[in-house]
């Protein structure tokens, strides 16, 4: 069966410090692959996707940027964080099906709080 | 573009009752898929249901039903016979065709009382 595995739990990060979350997919081959973020009080936005490695579509401009270096493998990272990236951040995929994505399948998340 | 709308914040039920959740969307799209998932205090998204657009009969898993008007752009999800382990935080997610993004609801909070 297919597992996805997303470190760590949670995160406190001082201002300018940079970030490295990582996600991994187990049990299938070629996913496709999300970075959310859920701010407070709201729904999930997608920041990044993935088809394949080396390849990132962006959704939001920001301070944040993506890096699949494997096929399941899908890294999220800042230089310099900012207050304003706090926030909780998900990891998800899904497979190509013959009508197109399947529904995506997620990890269980980064609480991240930049002070 | 396309937007997806909860406008229940907050719902409550008894425990073995049955709710309904509201959500609404908009798209010009012929085909798309609609979901609920579920985020329980564990943060963790879990699909609860889906629906395809093409689809005229409503999906159905166990106690959770949809009731899918395409032509009112509404798809609601029914929780029958509520259990304690049903209450979360509810979104509906909206995704067009073969595109990657889902478009997420902000949520509707469901408690379940005893």
């Known amino acids: 069966s297919q597992t996805i595995h997303q470190w760590p739990a949670t995160l406190v990060q001082p201002v300018g410090s940079p970030l490295s979350l990582e996600c991994t997919v187990e049990g299938t081959s070629n996913p496709n692959l999300y970075w959310y973020r859920q701010a407070a009080g709201r729904g999930l936005q997608l920041l990044f996707y993935?088809?394949?490695?080396?390849?990132i579509s962006s959704e939001v401009p920001q301070n944040l940027s993506a890096s699949r270096p494997q096929d399941r493998q899908f890294i999220l990272s800042s230089k310099k964080l900012l207050l304003s990236d706090s926030g909780f951040y998900l990891c998800a995929w899904s497979v190509l099906g013959i009508q197109g994505d399947t529904e995506a399948f997620f990890g269980q998340g980064t609480r991240l709080t930049v002070v | 573009a396309q937007t997806v709308t909860q406008s229940q914040p907050e719902m409550s039920v008894q425990e073995a009752e049955t709710v309904t959740l509201s959500c609404t969307y908009d798209?010009?799209?012929?085909?798309?898929?609609l979901f609920w998932y579920k985020q329980p205090p564990s943060r963790q998204m879990i699909l609860v249901i889906r629906q395809e657009a093409y689809k005229q009969q409503n999906a159905t898993e166990n106690r959770f039903s949809v009731n899918f008007q395409k032509a009112a752009k509404s798809f609601s999800l029914k929780i029958s016979d509520s259990q304690l382990g049903d209450a979360a935080m509810y979104f509906c997610a909206y995704r067009w065709g073969s595109n990657y993004k889902l478009t997420f609801g902000k949520g509707t909070l469901l408690t379940v009382n005893p």
């Open positions: 798209t010009s799209e012929s085909d798309y898929y």
């Open positions: 993935s088809v394949g490695i080396g390849q």
